[in-house]
């Protein structure tokens, strides 16, 4: 596919992910924080990060750990000041990183002053979430929640709104223009405090084509009344005309449950939407439709679902952890032997693919999931709700701890394990969730002094990225390959170069393709000629 001809400075960044309550903290009360995040900027500059997607750091009481805004102009005094914000965007912009925030408007926090003026019978601002009245005795409609259980929550007056997360998360109504002007009015006091971008979250169900009730479903009954509505694409196209277009932004959608026609839709330049989204199919390559009903994983599968997305989007943005998924070496790779051969091919996938690559913090260590004992070291508001839910459907409490543990949002946002000290070298502090015991040997301390490391082999692999036009603005093109091989090529008009990934713990027999091996996570002397190792990866360069 080519790459398109108006060139934007995002279209050849790296994008790295902070989730800051989990990043390092500065002050010792066991949680991230701004200042923090400025003591690390060399680290991440020296990685080769060019821009820092910055989940959410506004005021908020933290029931989602700041996807909850109770003030969109504020930050949370948890995090810092907006003195410290100020400081950590200058700060950045020295370095050549730009920062990018969290957009969150789907909803706002119950706390938001805009919901309290509400519940106080303030007409104006009931207009601005969902108030509805029951229907004989039941709720307004049948429509689930994305954390389980039902998307309204009844108020003191005996009435209900609408929330599509947790009933500490009141949907916005998008129908209202007062909204509509609140919401712009807090993009521009970001955009004019220099912030790059944003992640839109949720951002294809925030317009409710009606209430009326939806087709059953185990899970998200009510979506087709706002999935990707009509209503969203218009305010899409709004914000991209009004707001969006008059700064050099990068905008990226979170769109849940899209479809290749639908992120089309929202993202193709011509339509003046989004710049780029978050597709989800391949994080949902081992669910019965489900995420907490897991199935085997299958490499092939995965490889099918990339390749789609890479032939479908003109630019995609690729991830393969973040906040909300288990980490990638528990999800794709392997956490035993292969654990370090295993992340190092991802990041060589990730970093191989056509787009905007995103690294997840601790994802460039090769972080694991969270070794949780049990329900109670888990902190997630989700995973908490789909527990009660599950519960409700009598499920014991054995069974319960396993689906939970091994696919809680709490897997990623274990703290970033700094070096091997006590609490590593996160907080001097008690942290927030538990620390994993692994930080004895997966840390940046131990990998920066460590070549061989997987920390050092992203530096490499970010570096080559940087200097090869292949990667950067190339085509792309899947190769015939043995099953659970991924190989591909990636094309400019001066570069060729062959990616082969190995995606299981097994040899692998190869056709060889091109003239010299580039790059690659097993030794020269360790290297076989016709064929992989586990989990390898390479890049072999074409003479052209
Ligand atoms: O997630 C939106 C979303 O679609 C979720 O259903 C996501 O798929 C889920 O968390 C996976 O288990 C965004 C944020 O990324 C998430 O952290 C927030 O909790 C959510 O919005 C509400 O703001
Ligand atoms: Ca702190």
Redesign the pocket.
């Known amino acids: 596919m080519a790459a398109s001809s108006t060139k934007k400075w995002w279209k050849n960044s790296i994008v790295y992910q902070i989730y800051p309550k989990s990043f390092c903290d500065s002050n010792g009360d066991g949680i991230g924080d701004i200042p923090g995040i400025i003591s690390k900027l060399h680290y991440l500059k020296d990685l080769g990060v060019d821009v820092i997607w910055l ?1 959410p750091v506004y005021q908020s009481p933290g029931y ?2 700041g ?2 805004i109770s003030n969109y102009k504020e930050i949370n005094p948890e995090f810092g000041t907006m003195e410290d914000m100020e400081r950590l965007i200058s700060r950045a912009k020295r370095m050549g990183i730009k920062i990018m925030m969290d957009l ?1 408007i ?2 706002t926090s119950d706390e938001h002053e805009w919901f309290q003026k509400a519940l106080a019978g303030d007409e104006k601002y009931r207009d601005y979430y969902y108030f509805r009245d029951g229907k004989n005795g039941r709720k307004p409609n049948n429509w689930g929640s ?2 389980g259980g039902s998307a309204w929550t009844r108020t003191e007056n005996g009435d209900y709104y609408l929330h599509l ?1 947790s009933d500490k ?1 009141p949907d916005l109504n998008w129908h209202n223009p007062d909204v509509y002007n609140e919401i712009v009015d807090v993009m521009k006091f970001w955009l004019e405090k220099g912030v790059a971008g944003f992640r839109c ?2 951002i294809n ?1 925030i317009y409710k084509n009606s209430l009326d009730d939806g087709k059953k479903h185990l899970f998200l009954t009510g979506k087709e009344h706002y999935l990707n509505t009509e209503g969203c694409h218009e305010l899409l196209k709004r914000f991209n005309s009004e707001i969006w277009s008059k700064y050099k932004l990068f905008i990226v959608g ?1 769109t ?2 899209v479809t290749p026609e639908i992120a089309k839709l929202l993202s193709d330049e011509s339509r003046g939407e989004l710049d780029s989204l978050f597709f ?1 199919e391949h994080m949902d390559v081992d669910s019965r439709g489900v ?1 907490w009903f897991k199935k085997k994983y299958r490499p092939n599968k995965l490889i099918r679902i990339l390749d789609k997305w890479q032939n479908v989007l003109e630019f995609p943005s690729n991830y393969l952890e ?4 288990i980490r990638s070496v528990n999800h794709f790779g392997n956490t035993g032997k292969y654990w370090e051969k295993s992340a190092k091919l991802l990041c060589g996938l990730n970093l191989s693919l056509r787009g905007v690559p995103f690294i997840y913090e601790g994802e460039e260590i090769g972080m694991t999931n969270g070794d949780f004992r049990g329900l109670r070291d888990i902190k997630d ?2 995973s908490h709700n789909i527990n009660q839910s599950m519960k409700k459907l009598l499920f014991v409490h054995s069974l319960r701890r396993k689906l939970i543990l091994r696919t809680s ?1 709490d897997n990623a946002r274990t703290p970033v394990q700094w070096d091997d000290s006590e609490n590593a070298g996160f907080t001097t502090g008690n942290p927030w969730l538990k620390i994993n015991a692994n930080k004895s040997f997966i840390n940046v301390k131990t990998e920066s002094e460590d070549e061989n490391s997987i920390l050092c082999f992203y530096k490499k692999m970010i570096e080559f990225r940087k200097n090869s036009s292949a990667l950067n603005e190339g085509s792309y093109r899947r190769v015939a390959s043995p099953s659970d091989v991924y190989i591909f090529t990636r094309e400019s008009s001066s570069e060729r170069l062959y990616i082969y990934c190995n995606l299981t713990g097994m040899n692998k027999p190869i056709e060889v393709y091109g003239d010299r091996i580039v790059l690659d996570n097993y030794d020269e002397e360790e290297r076989g000629n016709n064929f992989l190792k586990p989990y390898e990866f390479r890049i072999i360069a074409s003479n052209i």
């Open positions: 989940s989602d750990n996807y909850d969150v789907n909803h994305f954390f997360f998360q979250d949720a169900v979170e849940a449950l989800f995420k973040n906040h909300d998924q508001v989700e949002r």
